[in-house]
């Protein structure tokens, strides 16, 4: 079974502070996502990452896909309250997705 | 456009009944699929049909819950009968494409799952 592991699993920081999440699982994916989650919604896609090694730039993240296409990371500098939110990666292997264990984020004003 | 739209947002029932979501994807989309996410959980696919017909439900207790796609339009999740440990939030999403590395999902708002 195809696993993904977030970490940290929750985290808690202060507006202005940069943070860092994991996604890693010990199988290869064609392409990585990227979502958040708010209270009472579905997910939305923030980026979808293809080459290993690839990285992508949305504003405030910045998103990495490890080289061996099994790992990723999301960036944030300067976080602020709009960013608190379930951050969900998943991998897309054939015809599936595999989504993460999730980062629960606050960001306290 | 349109989005994925869900019915029931919420629903609360006794274990042992039973219940039905249903999801309308966005128009044109061939791939439809349903998630279960427990709380504070990543999602957990449970069946993923390509027009009407299903390419995986690996992942569904099959003795208790089924899904349809008759028309490959909406689709319907059912669960009977209900245990305590189905509480949860049940996702449905469609993509345009099944087909490697094109394709974002869209999610609806889900039906959150109650079971006393």
């Known amino acids: 079974t195809q696993l993904l592991e977030q970490s940290p699993q929750f985290l808690s920081i202060q507006e202005g502070e940069n943070l860092t999440v994991y996604c890693n699982s010990s199988?290869?994916?064609?392409?990585l996502q990227w979502y958040r989650q708010e209270p009472g919604e579905g997910p939305v896609l923030l980026v979808t990452?293809?080459?290993?090694?690839e990285v992508k730039k949305l504003k405030r993240l910045t998103f990495q896909f490890g080289d061996a296409r099994k790992d990723s990371s999301l960036h944030i500098t300067a976080a602020q309250p709009g960013d608190t939110g379930l951050y969900l990666c998943a991998g897309v292997g054939t015809y599936k997705y595999i989504f993460g264990t999730g980062t629960r984020l606050k960001v306290l004003a | 456009e349109a989005g994925v739209a869900q019915s029931p947002r919420y629903k609360i029932i006794e274990k042992r009944q039973s219940v039905a979501f249903w999801c309308n994807p966005i128009?044109?989309?061939?791939?439809l699929y349903w998630y279960q996410q427990i709380l504070g959980q990543g999602p957990k696919l449970l069946i993923q049909?390509?027009?009407?017909?299903?390419?995986?439900d690996s992942q569904l207790p099959k003795d208790r819950f089924s899904a349809e796609r008759l028309k490959g339009v909406d689709s319907t999740l059912k669960i009977q009968p209900a245990k305590l440990e189905d509480s949860a939030v049940y996702l449905c999403?469609?993509?345009?494409?099944?087909?490697?590395?094109?394709?974002?999902?869209?999610f609806g708002p889900g039906t959150r799952l109650t079971v006393l």
């Open positions: 990452v293809v080459t290993g090694g």
């Open positions: 128009s044109g989309h061939a791939t």
């Open positions: 049909f390509q027009n009407n017909g299903v390419v995986d």
């Open positions: 199988s290869v994916f064609s392409s």
């Open positions: 999403a469609s993509s345009f494409h099944l087909r490697e590395g094109d394709h974002e999902q869209f």
